[in-house]
């Protein structure tokens, strides 16, 4: 079935992530199967759908994390899989990813874990990258005491920051965002959104977020992608998407859980 986009501007709009007909499973299972999906420069694109779907599954294999069985995926229009080791490099470069709960290196302080891609990619001395790494966190509105703390003595909404500003360190284009908001109080979630928003306006990033948070749809994303039945059901912005003729997009948009952030009602959703 071909994928039900709402909003076909690709004729006007520059295609930075094209996947077409992917399948990616495990043994037996089979998680991904005929899925396509376009992610153009500048948008912040949210992907959605039910718990176990593979939402993440997808994500780690735009980043070439997970093998897959056929299809193509295309990275700033080159075929990802083709590329030779320079060539791959380079493009990883180019990607920021902040993995589900932050991820950060419990052995490394703050700005020893956003230097981290720095020194795989990067030849600098250490002033620098420590000059630079500070410049990633006040981005991401850090306190300036937060570098040199352990991940562990940090609150959620500050792991997540710090994780962007790890996910930053390499001025990347595009930056995959896996969850970004769960576990937040509503108004740390509210505050992520808003800075994501704004990063994307100052860096002109383009942004792909895996999210359970229907207040993240509509504050901050342009389209949203839906996934179930193992491929994209429709995708297009927020308003037309949640009228999609499927149980799953009824149920999750239109039975009065879409209300506001932090209710009982939407954090049955999280
Ligand atoms: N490395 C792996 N090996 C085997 N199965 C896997 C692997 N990675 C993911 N899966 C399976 O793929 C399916 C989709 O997982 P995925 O984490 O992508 O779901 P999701 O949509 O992101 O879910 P959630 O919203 O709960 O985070 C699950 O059944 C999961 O168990």
């Known amino acids: 079935m071909a994928v039900h986009d709402i909003q076909n501007t690709a004729s006007t709009r520059e295609s930075i992530i094209d996947v077409r007909g ?5 043994g037996d299972v089979t998680v991904l199967k005929d899925l396509d999906l376009t992610v153009y420069r500048g948008e912040i694109l949210g992907f959605v759908g039910a718990s176990g779907t593979g939402k993440s599954v997808l ?17 700033f229009g080159e ?11 380079h493009v990883e470069e180019r990607l920021g990813v902040l993995f ?7 052995a490394l302080n703050v700005i020893q874990n956003v230097q981290v891609p720095m020194r795989e990619h990067w030849r600098l001395d250490k002033p620098m990258m420590d000059r630079l790494a500070a410049v990633k966190l006040s981005m991401v509105g850090l306190p300036e005491d937060a570098a040199l703390k352990a991940p562990s003595e940090l609150s959620g909404g500050m792991i997540k920051r710090a994780a962007l500003a790890r996910a930053l360190a390499l001025d990347p284009d595009v930056v995959f965002l896996d969850e970004p908001t769960s576990g937040l109080d509503p108004l740390g979630a509210a505050a992520f959104d808003e800075l994501i928003s704004d990063l994307r306006s100052a860096l002109g990033l383009t942004v792909f977020m895996v999210t359970h948070d229907l207040d993240s749809l509509f504050s901050v994303c342009d389209r949203v992608a839906v996934l179930g039945n193992q491929k994209v059901l429709t995708v297009g912005p927020v308003e037309e998407v949640r009228r999609f003729d499927h149980p799953w997009v009824q149920d999750y948009f239109n039975t009065g859980r879409a209300v506001g952030r932090g209710s009982p009602a939407a954090t049955r959703l999280e």
């Open 79 to 89: 075929p990802y899989s083709q590329m030779d080791e320079r060539e791959r490099v």
């Open 59 to 75: 994500l780690r294999a735009i980043l070439g994390l997970n093998q897959k069985r056929a299809g193509t995926i295309d990275v």
């Open 22 to 26: 992917l399948e990616v499973g495990f």
């Open 100 to 106: 589900q709960h932050g991820a950060l290196f419990s």
